[in-house]
């Protein structure tokens, strides 16, 4: 009887500790796997990479998902090392060092971020975090990093530089540039501004708590690895704070700061706080005019939603491996199809209701009417269908042609990416050429 009572008395405790590891983020299934990433399967694409983390339920507001389509991962990985940038596992080589996805996304969540927030990113690294804060911050926000590695700044503004040259994406968001200074986080003066948003990305011991919180503004979050779980901690007054355990990590633990010669601590000022300039203003404000104006455009000529959403859609399927552009034209012929035969249900439905004794007459003509219209859609719908089937004969046969000509040249064929209206609009300004190239962020050197 006592053996029995202590069996369930263990198993009792043990599922309220699975349950409470599963509120705090992660199922006890794959706690062990969250500590070095591995928790999502991986993709072969970064769409793919972003759809697991949203099923494995890491990644769970639609602006952190629009954050995440927007900047390729692999962009920010060494040409060599790009095809393990879909895994969901850290990546390292020499001080260049990324977090595993699942990390970055809970670390994302827990921020709370939305625009006109002031960030500060300890451990700042590639800038591939801080990108993504600065897509959600907008242009009136502040967003600061600080990293040790001199020469991991320098990467982190090659990155950066070339997602403002070269990504669509740049384009459909209000960007709040990141800034980055080399230094300690450790030695930043204690009488500094503080921050909305606070990140580190190492390894934080107990002993130096104190020291992250008193970064925060009231109101604020800070986020951080401290004693192997990464931590959010709400500043709720001038000394109370909320904390909640997300999930178990595993980080290299900060580097301790060395004295100068003297024996003082480095001073490591934080980035500057400019005010923006009328010259800037004004780009911002040409830029959101166009953006609008173009958004505005293409919302009516595909009669749905704005051009904000990043690559959702065909290329969750896998449809951009050999030309979305022909499965595009099938899949909408399809829900063309579908809306028809969902209109005749309704039609049918409708007709098929009672009416009052009064109204019988009346009624009969109406439902006289529907049938004939029905029949009409019935066969329209089928015409409709027998197109579709046709134009997906041959769809396949174009598709089987280009899988055949990739085998043979090895090379994947992918479609025309898609034209940059906002860019195409600021070429067609009557602006002279350097301020064209403004209006871009295109800077010279």
Known sequence: MCLCLTLFLLGFFSYLRNKRQ?????????????????????????DDLIDNLKEAYYIRSDLVEKAFRAIDRADYYLDEYRDNAYKDLAWRHGNIHLSAPCIYSEVMEALDLHPGLSFLNLGSGTGYLSTMVGLILGPFG???????????????????????KTSD????????????????????????RQYDR?????????????????????????VMPLEEKLTKITRTGTSTWETKKILSVSFAPLVLPKHGPNGKPKIVPLPRYEVRTLQELARICIRHTLRVTTD????????????????????VAGLHKYGPRFKRRRVHRRQCSIQVVATLDGNNNQGGRAVDEEEATAGERERRRQTRGTRRAAKTAEEEQEAAAAEDEVVDEEEEQEEEEEKETGELLRPQPAVNLL???????????????????????
Do not use: W
């Open 198 to 222: 606070v990140y580190c990305g190492a390894g934080v011991q107990k002993e130096h708590e104190d020291y992250m919180r008193n970064l925060l503004k009231i109101g604020g979050i800070l």
């Open 22 to 46: 599963y509120t705090e983020g992660t199922s006890p299934a794959h706690t062990s796997a969250v500590r070095m990433g591995g928790a999502v399967s991986a993709g072969e694409d970064n």
């Open 296 to 315: 505005e455009k293409e919302s009516q000529s595909r009669g749905r939603g704005s051009s904000f959403s990043v690559g959702r859609g065909l290329a």
């Open 169 to 192: 994406s740049f384009d459909k968001f209000e960007f709040c540039e990141p800034s980055f200074v080399a230094g300690n986080c450790l030695d930043i003066p204690l009488e500094s």
């Open 142 to 164: 502040v967003n600061h990093g600080i990293e040790l590695h001199a020469d991991v700044i320098d990467y982190a503004y090659q990155k950066l530089d070339s997602f403002i």
């Open 423 to 445: 860019r195409e609009r600021i070429l067609g300004l009557p602006l002279p050429e350097p301020l064209k190239m403004y209006l871009l962020f295109y800077r010279e050197k």
